[in-house]
T-cell receptor, first 116, second 115 residues
Framework: DTGVSQNPRHKITKRGQNVTFRCDPISEHNRLYWYRQTLGQGPEFLTYFQNEAQLEKSRLLSDRFSAERPKGSFSTLEIQRTEQGDSAMYLC??????????????FGNGTRLTVT | AQTVTQSQPEMSVQEAETVTLSCTYDTSESNYYLFWYKQPPSRQMILVIRQEAYKQQNATENRFSVNFQKAAKSFSLKISDSQLGDTAMYFCAFMRGTGANNLFFGTGTRLTVIP
């Protein structure tokens, strides 16, 4: 169990640019989640995948945001035309299918995005 | 909709003492799970303890225990014999009993353990 891996750890970009983050979940986990966390707040749910299917999206996920998990393994989160309000920590988490240990989510270290 | 409320933005405790962090939640679900996560300054969220709503017995994990009051929708975390490594943000979280095991988080409590 190597844990959930996220890259990059930090990203600084200029407003209007596109950014893409990557998440590698724990290998046997088929569920993958993206959260956003702003300073001093708890994580807010963005979207959820079961294998390669994106099953749930939050209203927070505007049309500038897109997430993919093409082969049911790693996932990418892309933000187009970034805005200063997108500055946050983006957390990825994974879990096994429900019923297996009813395991809670395992989180990565996150990608901190700063939009200047 | 589920909401999780943590009314204590910051708390401090002397090393070796006991501290209790509060959490209340609101849901119409009958089957659910509750969690406490710890987020140290390194930022990775780590599970501290979890409670199944259908279990009446309060969960314990070493120095960590919960007081789960289902009727009151209260789920507090007690940390005994506080250690410097307990300094972190603590988040209370709710998970529905069916469907996606997505977590709904509170706003967190920043705990500082004072030497």
């Amino acid at each position: 169990d190597t844990g959930v891996s996220q890259n990059p750890r930090h990203k600084i970009t200029k407003r209007g640019q596109n950014v893409t983050f990557r998440c590698d979940p724990i290998s046997e986990h088929n569920r993958l989640y993206w959260y956003r966390q702003t300073l001093g707040q708890g994580p807010e749910f963005l979207t959820y995948f079961q294998n390669e299917a994106q099953l749930e999206k939050s209203r927070l996920l505007s049309d500038r945001f897109s997430a993919e998990r093409p082969k049911g393994s790693f996932s990418t989160l892309e933000i187009q035309r970034t805005e200063q309000g997108d500055s946050a920590m983006y957390l990825c988490a994974s879990s096994p299918r429900r019923g297996v240990d009813n395991s809670p989510l395992h989180f990565g270290n996150g990608t901190r995005l700063t939009v200047t | 909709a589920q909401t999780v409320t943590q009314s204590q933005p910051e708390m401090s405790v002397q090393e070796a003492e006991t501290v209790t962090l509060s959490c209340t939640y609101d849901t119409s679900e009958s089957n659910y799970y509750l969690f406490w996560y710890k987020q140290p300054p390194s930022r990775q969220m780590i599970l501290v303890i979890r409670q199944e709503a259908y279990k009446q017995q309060n969960a314990t994990e070493n120095r960590f225990s919960v007081n789960f009051q289902k009727a009151a929708k209260s789920f507090s975390l007690k940390i005994s014999d506080s250690q410097l490594g307990d300094t972190a943000m603590y988040f209370c979280a709710f998970m529905r009993g069916t469907g996606a095991n997505n977590l709904f988080f509170g706003t967190g409590t920043r705990l500082t353990v004072i030497p």
